[in-house]
């Protein structure tokens, strides 16, 4: 793509080098790569800090920053762009600063990295990188120190899976006080003026002449600005364009002027400069002339994220004419005017709402004419616009309806009388539509609560929305059309100081602005030091590595020469029978070599972590979208995948299964997976008249993506001729690699070595998920002996490996009216996808939690795994223990309900005490329960909570506020008691130092660094003296996954045994005389001809579980947790932020409670991602607008993770002091997966909210409320008398389960 050839016109100015100064040194570009990215250059020039995690401006893992000078403003200018949507030609003439030009371990740490690692502000550090970049650009575009709101808005386009962000925004806000030393750093250049790049495909001209002789030529050439929409046209909807024009440097597109009618925006103003010219006019001009730019000013601060603000242009957002474009229906309102100019410099003007044009993306621009600016008039006296957006996600996401509304009111007999006005909407069409019969019917009329009753009629009239419609929600989106306009009418009210109406002080709520203060929060813990690091909050060890973006991860490492890249190819049929792949096509595409089928496979094409029901390429059946049929190896990533589509597959469609409903109703059930446990005698207990009230009712739950930021990513390449393979793979189970290869390959396990030093997130997505894609590229790098590579791109990443397991649980409780529990019967079905895969044990894992911490005297759980048409399921965070414990809390949240009576109380009341005896015969030890749950009562001082937020309820009609205590009990073991048992190999070299190597993998959760700590203080030696490198499979043999948060115990326990063997040996050495160190002490034992290298084993104790008896002990212990939520919601929008979090856990004496803090609050922060924002949209029954079986929400763009802002304004964590336990190592507990589940205090504390609104409406019956509890279940819970017009009280937003 895009060979060199210069410019042919005389005119047209070209330059013989293009140049790029990249952490201070000169490149020079050559011709012929407009196709590269940024992000794609830097890394191939060996620049591997910059991430690639979505490639579509979403995640904020590729930032860099781009420094260039400013003619008009005659400074530099410095700001943090996605080097994965900026084409490379985009930055030519600049100056770009990477991580790599910051800091390095050798060189020292810049203060922005240092304090990132000092605050344990990276765990798996794939997303640290890009933070350290939005920061820095951040300091190094301010003159004077930021604020600490500029620093959380920078940070909002930059997704972290890890922390929780709490340490990351702690780790920047030092830098809100300090002076400009620390603005240290490679300074930009002073650029000469720059000269469009002569090649095929892109121009960069200078002048408007230029740009317009370009456009006279090439009519159908791209105009680019930001790129943040061109990119993800061709990059992910692969639309292809040959003639790229860069409009950036006109100096006619880059006007921002204030004039005395108005404002002029050149096409190409930066939305974040215009964002600030706004803010700058603001404070200027007179208070009424400004309401338009005010109305910009709210709505940028919600568009995109930094990164995208700082290139993306107003004249890019308008000329694509998003149907949610969040600005366009402001101009429209705002009277704003477009000047277009066409090839022979003709100017035309047209009205802003004139220039959307009824359709797709349709706007009144002929092919030869380009924006020029836009015009905005100032507002005049008694005029008022107002910018109205609701989203997935508060912060970086685009709307789901979205609107601009402008009224202007003119006295006349004492009365305000409307004498212009304009409603439009985003979201509701193809197109921005005005609400033309609303507008029509407001003229004329006086405003007063008449006009709004009224009005909101005719709306519900004007903006309709088919069943159909694409993008769902069509109730909800329908509502908002309602709020919105209600709450502008209150809003100009309001401004107007009441007009004569009166307006109820509790209804102002509706009115409310969204200024976030500052988060806050407190780490509360206890350090119990072990020896000389066991106990100490020690940094993660790869900590100053990842800041520095010098920690390598598998799509890190180089390529080895002859290497190739591979790229799957996909089933796009949920069920089909395969009737002809043809690869004629593919074979002629660029630098293809082949396609390998099922009949290459060497050894047997079936595999399966449990049962072997899977195959590695779909032989004559597909079972589901994104089924892996084959693989095309290539010479770049990018001709892979292009062959690998061009592939074609012909299908004849079967009937498919898309959901649990579905599949029950099939009797479709993944083959001997039914299991049941009990205890007492439920039938008799509900026969007999003990309980005063019997409920029934179904909870289901959608499933959650695992998005870790690093994709599923393997390098495997033959030794000896072929006769060994070896592979690095991003893991938890390299083990899990080694044997699915030796599997598909036929060779013996012995000859297939698998290694992994750190996985950037893994989550369990990468527990047996991970394995079936390495698999597949053995197969070509087997059969070529060629080193193979394979990175999914994020799409086909979510796509094809599985999430959290979609679950339906249907319950029949009986209790007594004081509230306690007396028998229990409950259904469970989790949505297993087209293979089993780890399904069975995360449903057994969801039965053995589904009494969560309580005390049921009778109860019988029943559950199956249901065969669907989807791609199978598989661990994540918790593995079914969030699923049965929510059910749990859902009907004993209606018990509440039922008896009017806090659901506090009735968790209290059926507590399992000392002593319980579980459903599966284990008997409850050394709980720590009640201690917990009184330290939060006490710290958050329920009782005063609940009245403090009753009458927050009682002054806000449209706001309320929720609160709620959760508590969580979590067996810590594998329930399969064969995993239980992890080796390690410690090695100790005679200068003193230790190599450590045991079976679990780092991910992030500083399992490396626990285990080291362990060693350190075993030997007694100081941490640093310690190394962790790899997790390898021959150094380590048959390793269980790094699962089920138990690696500390296990690799702690076997590299501790390891270390006790050395010191056994060490010992009638050591005790012979006094040694200076360690060292010295080594060397001696190596002199006396010691084995200082041991092998360490540890197996779980004292567990067993017999599933024919139904009886056993499962688990070694439990970690106990609770936490308290308080949340404010906008029933009209369902809008709503978490207030309050406080989190208590009993963690024995942790190994390091630096580390165990960030857990908990990562944990925390994904349980509420689950809970509340992760919505995953798969083509089912309930929505017809997205093809059968295909996943809509797969990138962050329509998939939305927790960012920074969704953190709670008052997050608190406290572990549990003086409970050591004496299960486990240095009498702690394990962490990883225990804190998920309490972030269900929000989903509570919501539901809580959605009571208060409801019982204004006089509705005080229990509803459902499904999980995640996304804005659009918030709305459609809250009652009113907008939403009674569109939905029945029993309204339920569609979900796939
Ligand atoms: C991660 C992400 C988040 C986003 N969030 C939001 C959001 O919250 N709200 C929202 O509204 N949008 C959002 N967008 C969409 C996008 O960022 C905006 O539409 C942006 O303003 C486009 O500007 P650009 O300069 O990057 O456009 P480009 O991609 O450079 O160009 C876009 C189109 O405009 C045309 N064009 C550009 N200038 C002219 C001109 N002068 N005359 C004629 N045609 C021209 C180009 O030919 C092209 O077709 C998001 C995009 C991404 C990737
Ligand atoms: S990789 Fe660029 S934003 Fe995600
Ligand atoms: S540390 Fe942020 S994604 Fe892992």
Known sequence: MGSLKKEEEQDLKVSNEALLYVNGVRRVLPDGLAHLSLLEYLRDIGLTGTKLGCGEGGCGACTVMVSHYDRKLMKCSHYAVNACLAPLYSVEGMHLITVEGLGSCKRGLHPVQESLARTHGSQCGFCTPGFVMSMYALLRSSQTPPSEEQIEECLAGNLCRCTGYRPILDAFRVFAKTSNDLYTGVSSLNLEEGNGVGGLMWYRPLTLQHLLDLKAKYADAKLLVGNSEVGIEMRLKRMSYWVLISVMHVPELNVLDAKDDGIEIGAAVRLSDLLNFFRKVATERAVHETSSCKAFIEQLKWFAGTQIRNVASVGGNICTASPISDLNPLWMAARAKFRIIDTKGNIRTVLAENFFLPGYRKVDLASGEILLSIFLPWNRTYEFVKEFKQSHRRDDDIAIVNAGIRVHLQEHSEKWVVADASIFYGGVAPYSLAAAKTKEFLIGKIWDQDLLQNALKVLQKDILLKEDAPGGMVEFRRSLTLSFFFKFFLWVSHQMGGIKERIPLSHLSAVHSDRRPQITGSQDYEIMKRGTSVGSPEVHLSARLQVTGEAEYVNDTPMPPNSLHAALVLSTKPHARIIRIDDSEAISSTGFVRLF?????????????????????????????????????????????????????????????????????????????????????????????????????????????????????????????????????????????????????????????????????????????????????????????????????????????????????????????????????????????????????????????????????????????????????????????????????????????????????????????????????????????????????????????????????????????????????????????????????????????????????????????????????????????????????????????????????????????????????????????????????????????????????????????????????????????????????????????????????????????????????????????????????????????????????????????????????????????????????????????????????????????????????????????????????????????????????????????
């Not at 509420?1168 to 929505?1183: F, M, P, R």
Request: charged residues 20%.
């Open 597 to 1297: 089928l099922a009949k290459d496979v060497p050894g047997d094409n079936k595999i399966g972590p449990a049962v072997a029901d899977e195959e590695l390429f779909a032989v004559d059946y597909v079972t589901c979208v994104g089924q892996v049929i084959g693989i095309v190896v290539a010479d770049t990533h990018e001709n892979a995948k292009i062959a690998a589509r061009k592939v074609n597959v012909e299908y004849e469609e079967l009937p498919a299964i898309l959901s649990i409903q579905d599949a029950i109703n099939a009797g479709r059930f993944h083959p001997n997976t039914e299991k049941c446990l009990s205890k007492g005698d439920v039938n008799h207990c509900f026969q007999s008249g003990q309980c005063d009230q019997i409920i029934e009712g179904e909870v289901q739950m959608g499933g959650q993506e695992h998005f870790y930021l690093e994709p599923q990513s393997s390098l495997i390449w033959t030794v000896d001729g072929g006769n060994e393979v070896h592979m690095i793979s991003s893991t938890q189970g390299p083990q899990k690699h080694q044997k699915y290869i030796s599997h598909v390959l036929g060779l013996p396990m012995s000859k297939v070595v698998c290694k992994t030093k750190r996985i950037g997130g893994g989550f369990g997505g990468k527990e047996t998920r991970s394995a079936f894609i390495a698999a597949a590229a053995s197969v070509p790098s087997y059969l070529l002996n060629r080193p193979v590579k394979i990175t999914l791109d994020r799409d086909v990443d979510m796509m094809i490996t599985g999430q959290r397991h979609s679950f339906l649980g249907k319950y029949k409780v009986g209790f007594t009216n004081e509230g306690k529990v007396l028998a229990l019967d409950l259904e469970i079905y989790n949505n297993g996808g087209n293979s089993l895969d780890l399904s069975l044990a995360v449903l057994e894992r969801a039965i053995f939690h589904s009494d969560n911490v309580y005390e049921i005297p009778n109860m019988r759980v029943m559950g199956r795994v249901c065969f669907t048409n989807f791609p199978s399921h598989t661990a994540f965070r918790g593995f079914g223990t969030p699923q049965g414990m929510l059910i749990t809390e859902n009907w004993i949240q209606r018990i509440a309900v039922e008896l009017k009576m806090n659901p506090e109380m009735i968790r209290e009341i059926n507590f399992q005490g000392e002593g319980s005896v579980l459903h599966y015969g284990q008997k409850v030890q050394n709980s720590t329960l009640a201690p917990l749950w009184n330290e939060l009562k006490l710290s958050c001082d329920f009782a005063e909570a609940r009245e403090e937020v009753d009458q927050f309820n009682g002054h806000n009609r449209w706001r309320k506020r929720g609160i709620a205590m959760v508590p969580t009990k979590f067996g810590i073991s594998f329930t399969l008691k064969h995993v239980n048992q992890a080796g390690a190999l410690v090695q100790v070299y005679t200068d003193g130092t230790v190599l450590v190597t045991h079976g679990g993998v780092e991910m992030g959760q500083g399992l490396h660094t626990k285990v080291a700590q362990i060693a350190a203080s075993a030997f007694n030696i100081p941490l640093s003296s310690v190394f962790i490198s790899d997790t390898s499979t021959d150094k380590v043999p048959n390793a269980s996954p790094t699962a089920a948060s138990a690696s500390s115990d296990l690799y702690g326990a076997a590299v501790l045994d390891a270390c006790e063997q050395i010191m056994a040996r060490m010992k009638p050495i050591a005790s012979q005389r006094d040694f200076t160190s360690f060292a010295e002490l080594v060397g001696a034992c190596y002199e006396e001809r010691i084995d200082l290298s041991a092998h360490g084993f540890y197996i779980t104790p004292d567990i067993g579980f017999d599933w024919t008896t139904g009886k056993g002990k499962l688990f070694r212990y439990f970690t106990y947790g609770a936490a308290f939520a308080e949340v404010e919601i906008d029933t009209l929008t369902g809008d709503f932020h978490t207030r309050v979090a406080n989190i208590v856990l009993d963690l024995g004496y942790s190994l390091n409670p630096a580390i165990d803090v960030g857990q908990i609050e990562g944990a925390f922060m994904q349980g509420l991602g689950w809970v509340a924002l992760e919505e995953l949209k798969w083509g089912d029954g309930g929505h017809k607008w997205i093809s059968p079986g295909c996943l809509y929400t797969c990138g962050p763009g329509a998939y939305k993770i927790p960012s920074i802002n969704d953190v709670p304004l008052k997050l608190n964590v406290s572990l549990l002091k003086g409970h050591p336990n004496v299960k486990a190592i240095h009498s702690s507990k394990a962490v990883g997966e225990p804190p998920f589940f309490l972030a269900s205090a929000v989903l509570f504390a919501i539901k809580d909210a959605i009571i208060a609104a409801r019982a204004e409406m006089g509705c005080n019956d229990w509803f459902p409320l499904d999980t995640p509890a996304t804005p659009e279940r918030i709305r459609m819970a809250c009652l009113d008398e907008l939403s009674s017009s569109l939905v029945n009280s029993d309204f339920h937003p569609k979900l796939s389960v």
